[in-house]
C-alpha cells in the first residue's frame, strides 16, 4: 500500500483505505493504518491515532504511537505529554500495564526529536536506577540529551555519568541505558564528565555498545579522534 500510494492515481484510495481502517475494531487494521499514516507522513490521521492510544491491544498502541512520532504535530504534544505522564504513573505501579512501557518509549523519543522542553520534568524521572522499562528509560535519556544539545546542564550530566558509571554494584545499570546517557553526555557537550567517558571507553571497549558511545561522545565534545577498532579477534601490537 505505500508503494501504491507513491503514485499519483492511487494514493487518495489507499489514504481513504488508511482513515477506515484506523477507524475500525479490528487491531491488525489499526496497526498496519497507524504504520501507513506515518510512514505516507498523513497528517489528518493524527486525530485518530490519538485516540488509538487507548487500544487494548499493545501492538495497536505502539504503531499509533510510533506514527504520532513521525509526524510530529506541535499541535498534538501537549495532549501527548499528558498521556506520557499518565502512563508513567500506570507502569510505576509494578502491577501496572508494562506493556505501556514501550508505547511510551516512542513519545518520549518524539519528545526529544522536536526538543519539547515541556517534557523536562517527566523525561528526568527515568534516570534514577529502577526497574521501568529499560527501552523507556534509554529513550528518556536520550531524549535529554537533545533538550540539552550543545548546552549541558551541569546536574543531569553527573546524574549521567552516575549511571554510565554504574557497572560493579550488585544490579548493575543496563547497558542501553549507558549507552543512551553517554550519547547525551556527547550531544550536550559535558566536558565536566570527560574523565568518566575516557574511563568507561576503555573498560567497554570498542566493540560494546555503550563503549562505543563513550568514545563518540569523547570525540564530539574534544575532538579528539580515537583509533579504528580493529577487526575482532586481532590485537593491537606495540
Known amino acids: 500500500l505505500v508503494a501504491f500510494a507513491n503514485q ?8 481513504d483505505q488508511v482513515m477506515k481502517s ?10 498496519q493504518a497507524a504504520l501507513i499514516a506515518g510512514t505516507l507522513d498523513h497528517k489528518p490521521a493524527a486525530a485518530r491515532l490519538l485516540v488509538s492510544l487507548d487500544n487494548p491491544r499493545p501492538e495497536a498502541g505502539v504503531a499509533s504511537a ?3 512520532r513521525k509526524l510530529k504535530i506541535e499541535s498534538t504534544l501537549p495532549e501527548l505529554l499528558w498521556r506520557a505522564t499518565r502512563m508513567h504513573q500506570q507502569i510505576a505501579n509494578p502491577t501496572g500495564p508494562q506493556h505501556l512501557g514501550d508505547q511510551l518509549s516512542q513519545l518520549l523519543q518524539l519528545f526529544g526529536e522536536v526538543r519539547y522542553r515541556e517534557a523536562d520534568s517527566l ?5 534514577p536506577k529502577s526497574q521501568l522499562n529499560v527501552r523507556t528509560r534509554g ?11 550543545n548546552q549541558p546542564d551541569n546536574n543531569l550530566a553527573a546524574t549521567f555519568a552516575e549511571r554510565l558509571l554504574d557497572v560493579t554494584s550488585s544490579r548493575p545499570e543496563y547497558d542501553t541505558v549507558r549507552q543512551m546517557v553517554a550519547l547525551g553526555l556527547g ?5 565536566s564528565q570527560l574523565d568518566a567517558l575516557r574511563k568507561m571507553a576503555d573498560t567497554d571497549g570498542p566493540y ?15 575532538g579528539e579522534k580515537y583509533p579504528p577498532a580493529p577487526p575482532q579477534g586481532e590485537v593491537y601490537h606495540a
Open 8 to 15: 499519483p492515481d492511487l494514493r487518495a484510495s489507499v489514504i
Open 22 to 31: 484506523l477507524a475500525g475494531n479490528g487491531w491488525r487494521g489499526v496497526e
Open 66 to 68: 510510533w506514527a504520532l
Open 123 to 127: 523525561l528526568r524521572k527515568f534516570v
Open 139 to 149: 529513550a528518556a535519556c536520550w531524549a535529554l540529551g537533545y533538550l540539552y544539545e
Open 187 to 191: 550531544r550536550m557537550k559535558a566536558k
Open 208 to 222: 560494546a555498545e555503550a563503549g562505543i558511545a563513550c568514545r563518540w561522545a569523547v570525540e564530539q565534545i574534544t
